[in-house]
């Protein structure tokens, strides 16, 4: 029995149980470990690629949540990763997991199921913005990935749409659910650096590939429907799994992908959540000479906010992470290391009467349902995603413009620079628009 049905259904057994003893069991009440039908969220899983099966996998691990449906527009197996060798899919997760639910081809149907509370959304960079704002016109609660949008216009819209419809939302930044990154950011905050001057932010570099020929679209693949609102191009398929990512029809690249992640921390750290930079200056880039992919292999651009920070930004051979430079000393932190120098600063405890951030004591998917259940905020709000990828993009726009930009964060608004302007949004294909 799902949530909102057991809602229904407990009026009925009230006004029964006047006329007849009712024995309930032990698993309605929520006791011996279960937890009670009115407490459970309902939810949809809406692509079931690589990111999209880890979140699903982790949401059927709360007791909290039952997934009643998922949603793919590749019906059959197929092989995600960067290397192309990891078989996924929303019917190879179905039979994995032993579920007895719908799959639908497209997500409008899975919206359309009326016991569903909230999605997890797990689509290419491109569908994010139009699948996203249907959700939130939908009433459903959402666990989106990033990067938040393809472009800065959409994720104003979507913030609006969050707001307008007083859904819960929470992005997939899940750094700021672990603990050493939230001790880092406090640790700052509270000026354990002292004034910090410069932040040092490595990512991935993108990928390069040769000329290929197209190839048959595989069957059980909606190829138009995967495209839905960008321009249409040969099906291929290091365009379609996974490595869409290196295509700018689809997506930024590792600057959206990987700097949603550590422009992220920056900005938590600083206190920039719901702000953003000033100018953006490029620095370097090398592009790829052949092939579909036309995202730069290599990028260097410096992004500049208002108290005088400098965000040194690169795609490099160095672990991704991120490096605070201050009058005390400097601080890297990464997914896999924290260190400091002097070493003593990441041997310090934040002040008991010090700045506190807010973040999941638990994790990042546990944090959503909590709030979907109590209505409070989640650790990576809309607000918060939007001005993470704003940063992002803007970084993007730089190095395709090859011009320094300058940006008004309040209004969001390039400052005498109609061309990178236009930039900021995008158009779609046929009848796709924002709903």
């Known amino acids: 029995m799902k949530r909102r049905q057991f809602l229904g259904k407990i009026g009925k057994l009230a006004a029964f149980s006047a006329i007849a003893p009712t024995i309930i069991p032990s698993s309605a009440l ?3 470990g279960y937890v009670a039908p009115s407490n459970r969220v309902a939810l949809g899983a809406i692509g079931l690629g690589g990111q999209g099966t880890m979140n699903a996998r982790n949401f059927l691990s709360d007791k909290r949540v039952e997934v009643v449906a998922l949603c793919d527009v590749c019906k059959s197996a197929n092989t995600y990763g960067y290397k192309h060798n990891d078989t996924k899919g929303a019917e190879v997760f179905k039979q994995q997991n032993n579920l007895n639910v719908p799959v639908y081809e497209d997500y409008r149907e899975l919206l359309a199921q009326s016991d569903i509370d909230a999605v997890s959304v797990s689509l290419p960079d491109h569908w994010h913005a139009i699948a996203y704002i249907d959700c939130a016109n939908a009433g459903k609660d959402v666990f989106g990935e990033k990067p938040l949008t393809r472009t800065i216009e959409e994720g104003r819209a979507l913030c609006e749409a969050v707001k307008r419809n007083g859904i819960i939302w929470q992005t997939g930044s899940w750094q700021r659910s672990l603990p050493k990154f939230r001790y880092v950011a406090e640790l700052i905050r509270n000026g354990v650096l002292g004034k910090v001057h410069k932040v040092e932010i490595t990512l991935p570099k993108n990928a390069a590939i040769e000329a290929l020929p197209a190839q048959p679209v595989p069957e059980g693949l909606n190829w138009d429907l995967w495209q839905g609102p960008a321009f249409r191009s040969d099906y291929h398929t290091f365009k379609a799994f996974t490595t869409w990512r290196f295509i700018s029809a689809y997506s930024a690249g590792k600057i959206a992908d990987w700097g949603a992640h550590h422009i992220d921390i920056a900005h938590w750290a600083l206190g920039y959540n719901e702000q953003g930079p000033v100018k953006i200056k490029p620095v370097s880039t090398v592009w790829p000479k052949e092939g579909f992919y036309d995202q730069p292999i290599e990028f260097r651009v410096l992004l500049e906010y208002a108290n005088g920070e400098v ?8 672990e991704p992470g991120v490096c605070f430079y201050g009058e005390k000393g400097k601080i890297s932190i990464s997914r896999s290391r924290m260190d400091s120098t002097p070493a003593i600063l990441t041997d310090m405890k934040v002040p008991t009467d ?3 951030l807010y973040g999941s004591d638990k994790d990042h998917w546990r944090n959503f349902i909590d709030s ?6 989640c650790s990576t709000d809309i607000e918060i995603a939007h001005r993470t990828n ?5 970084s993007e726009i730089a190095y395709r413009t090859g011009r ?11 400052i005498g620079d109609a061309s990178a ?3 900021c949004s995008r158009a779609y294909y046929g009848n796709w628009q924002l709903s």
Do not use: H, M, N, P
């Not at 704003?390 to 803007?394: E, F, K, N, R, T």
């Not at 930009?405 to 390039?414: A, Q, R, S």
């Open 404 to 414: 320094t930009i300058k940006w008004d964060w309040k209004t969001e608004k390039v």
């Open 390 to 394: 704003s940063a992002c993009l803007l």
């Open 421 to 423: 302007q236009k930039l």
């Open 311 to 318: 965000f040194d930004v690169s795609a490099s051979a160095k």
């Open 372 to 377: 979907v259940i109590d209505r409070r905020a």
């Open 30 to 32: 929520g006791k011996s």
């Open 354 to 356: 010090g700045i506190r």
